[in-house]
């Protein structure tokens, strides 16, 4: 089993910067995908940035520029770097792992809010 822990939302004005993480426990695979996706209300869960393990990044277009997805390895842990922040960031984010050792499993965290005020 995986267990991902979220930390460091909050609530920022816009203009501010937030550093969320991400700690991975359990059975983790040395590959994999780790990632953010956030659900802000009333809208459908979107992917903001991934990155593998081998270090290769994408992000969506509307935070690029923006936001820096990173990761340790050693510690299993994701980081996402926000800066920039706008009213619209605002949602629940949440921390994904995918890997593969029996099949293809993807984990979620609990989530963590991110509130930006104008």
């Known amino acids: 089993q995986v267990q991902l822990v979220e930390s460091g939302g909050g609530l920022v004005q816009a203009g501010g910067s937030l550093r969320l993480s991400c700690a991975a426990s359990?059975?983790?695979?040395?590959?994999?995908?780790m990632g953010w996706y956030r659900q802000a209300p009333g809208k459908q869960r979107e992917v903001v940035a991934v990155?593998?393990?081998?270090?290769?990044?994408n992000y969506a277009d509307s935070v690029k520029g923006r936001f820096t997805i990173s990761r340790d390895n050693a510690k299993n842990t994701v980081f996402l770097q926000m800066n920039s922040l706008k009213p619209e960031d605002t949602a629940v984010y949440y921390c994904?792992?995918?890997?593969?050792?029996?099949?293809?499993?993807?984990?979620w965290g609990q989530g963590t809010q991110v509130t930006v005020s104008s």
């Open positions: 990155i593998t393990s081998g270090g290769s990044s």
């Open positions: 994904n792992l995918v890997q593969t050792i029996v099949a293809v499993t993807s984990y």
């Open positions: 359990g059975s983790i695979s040395r590959i994999n995908v």
